[in-house]
Each structure stands twice: as structure tokens, then as C-alpha cells.
């Protein structure tokens, strides 16, 4: 049963969208939707919160370059090609703001989520656990290389998973990543 109830609260989160088009209704669910986080002025530049736990991080692109980078090789279903991303581990980012990671992530911090946006505000959510190492062998990773160069018109900054079948959830152009609670 408590499978089937994450499995619901993540589907009725993915659902929220970051627009900032329209007017931000109070959802009618105990879920609520994260504040949308500041869209940073220039492109390079990606914003990092924990809502009202912490406040928020701003890397820009030499700050991000300066932090120690895996390299993940995974196959991108929309090119059907195998592609090298080099770029942070997002555990590794959601450290900036406090996030509860490895023992600490236990009990009521076990309903925490992560909302990626991209500059288009195209969105995509993760539970906590699904980006925590000592929870998940897949990786998530936030690149700022492909194949030894930047990411172009794809950047400066992509999220990419690699135990997803598809790529729905990388997001490009990555402006902001959001630490949320269910309320």
C-alpha cells in the first residue's frame, strides 16, 4: 500500500508544472506545488532553494565548472546514439541547500521531492531517494559538457538520468532546482 500511495504522490506531482502564465491556485490535494524558484537573469546561472529551509544558491558557470564532475555514458532514445555527459552529481548540488542525504534521509524527510525547470519551464520531478546514491544506483547528474564540449543551444547546464528508459525527464536548459516538501 505505501508503494502505491508514492507511486500516486509522485504521479499527482509530476503533473504540476512551474508557469508562470498562470495564476497559482491553491491545489486541492495535501499536495502542494513548490514556489516557483528565481529564474536567474542571465542564462548562466543556475538557482538552487530549499524553499524556506535554506536560501537560495546561485552557481554561475565557473562556479559550477569548479565542482568536482563524473562522467555518465547513457543512450538517448530520441537520437537512439550513446552519449558521454560530464557535469555534477545533483546529490552532490542539493547538498548546497541542506538537503537530507544518505542517513539522514529517513522518515518525514522520505516525502521530500526535487523539481527540475528547464528556461522553457518545462519541469520534471524526483523523489529525493530517486537522486540519493545510498538509495538508488542510477545516477542524476547535471551537465555542462557532451561528448568533451559544452552543450550549445542545450545549455550551459542539463539534467540527465540514466536509468530512464526515455529521456523525459532531462531537462535542458536547466535554470533552477527546487528541494520540496509534501505538506
Given at each position: 500500500m505505501r508503494n502505491h500511495l508514492g507511486l500516486i504522490l509522485l504521479l499527482a506531482i509530476s503533473i504540476i508544472r512551474c508557469d508562470a502564465a498562470l495564476p497559482q491556485q491553491a491545489p486541492a490535494t495535501a499536495v502542494t506545488a513548490a514556489t516557483p524558484s528565481p529564474t536567474p537573469a542571465s542564462g548562466d546561472a543556475l538557482v538552487l532553494s530549499a524553499g524556506s529551509d535554506h536560501s537560495p544558491v546561485a552557481l554561475s558557470a565557473a562556479d559550477f565548472s569548479a565542482l568536482p564532475h563524473v562522467t555518465l555514458t547513457v543512450h538517448n532514445a530520441h537520437s537512439n546514439a550513446d552519449e558521454s555527459y560530464s557535469g555534477v552529481p545533483l546529490a552532490t548540488l542539493?547538498?548546497?541547500?541542506?538537503?537530507?542525504?544518505?542517513s539522514d534521509l529517513r522518515g518525514k524527510q522520505m516525502t521530500r521531492y526535487v523539481v527540475a525547470t528547464g528556461?522553457?519551464?518545462?519541469?520534471?520531478?524526483?523523489?529525493?531517494?530517486?537522486?540519493?546514491?545510498?538509495?538508488?544506483?542510477?545516477?542524476?547528474?547535471?551537465?555542462?559538457?557532451?561528448?568533451?564540449?559544452?552543450?550549445?543551444?542545450?545549455?550551459?547546464?542539463r539534467l540527465v538520468v540514466s536509468d530512464d528508459k526515455r529521456p523525459a525527464r532531462w531537462?535542458?536548459?536547466?535554470?533552477?532546482?527546487?528541494?520540496a516538501n509534501v505538506q
Open positions: 542539493l547538498a548546497k541547500v541542506n538537503a537530507p542525504l544518505g528556461a522553457d519551464h518545462y519541469s520534471v520531478v524526483f523523489s529525493l531517494a530517486e537522486v540519493d546514491p545510498s538509495f538508488h544506483a542510477g545516477q542524476v547528474i547535471v551537465a555542462d559538457a557532451r561528448d568533451g564540449k559544452p552543450l550549445g543551444s542545450d545549455g550551459p547546464f531537462v535542458h536548459n536547466l535554470v533552477s532546482i527546487t528541494l
